[in-house]
């Protein structure tokens, strides 16, 4: 695949896909990413997220085009809810998804979609050590241009790739 793709473009890999009007973040050999503006889609005052992206990867998986990677804080919460910290001393957790084939992903995009179509369970999960929030950020944008750029799958087949760079922590004993 190579970056002649169009900002518009509805066939990746010979199947049909919603097209796309907001140009990418990231445009490597076999993928694109955008960055999800999070503002219009908090939960409410308890929202821990912090990034976003919407990764599209038509190689990773021959039925699913676009992933989900979400990064959140786990300083305590407004209300005193306990965190789950999993991981001594983590910071920050993420979560990657795998996106509903179907959804408008351009209206993801463009803030015209309350609720992210993902589905369970979570590809991967894991928690990091991170001295800020703005070094979160880049590890997981690091994890998304290395999707894009074919060097790290998304697909569950794939989960190994994820552990050995970010452990297994969120990942049950018996699917590691």
């Known amino acids: 695949m190579t970056k002649e793709w169009t900002i518009k473009n509805?066939?990746?890999?010979?199947?049909?896909?919603?097209?796309i009007s907001v140009s990418p973040k990231m445009d490597g050999r076999y993928g694109r990413a955008w960055e999800i503006d999070r503002?219009?889609?908090?939960?409410?005052?308890?929202?821990?997220?912090?990034g976003w992206w919407l990764i599209e990867a038509p190689y990773a998986h021959p039925f699913w085009h676009s992933y989900s990677?979400?990064?959140?804080?786990l300083q305590?919460?407004?209300?005193g809810e306990p965190l789950q910290i999993r991981m001594p001393g983590a910071t920050h957790e993420f979560a990657l998804f795998t996106l509903?084939?179907?959804?408008?992903?351009?209206?993801l995009l463009t803030g015209k979609m309350a609720t992210v179509p993902v589905l369970h369970p979570a590809n991967f999960i894991a928690q990091m050590r991170c001295p800020s929030h703005e070094a979160a950020k880049r590890m997981i944008e690091l994890a998304a241009?290395?999707?894009?750029?074919?060097?790290?799958?998304?697909?569950?087949d794939h989960r190994s790739q994820w552990i050995e760079i970010f452990g297994s922590d969120g990942i049950k004993p018996?699917?590691?």
């Open 76 to 79: 305590c919460s407004p209300d």
């Open 10 to 19: 509805t066939r990746l890999f010979g199947r049909q896909v919603d097209a």
């Open 100 to 107: 509903d084939p179907n959804a408008k992903r351009d209206d």
């Open 39 to 50: 503002a219009g889609l908090r939960t409410g005052p308890n929202d821990n997220t912090i």
């Open 145 to 156: 241009a290395s999707v894009c750029d074919g060097r790290l799958n998304p697909d569950t």
């Open 174 to 176: 018996e699917y590691r």
């Open 69 to 73: 990677i979400v990064l959140f804080h």
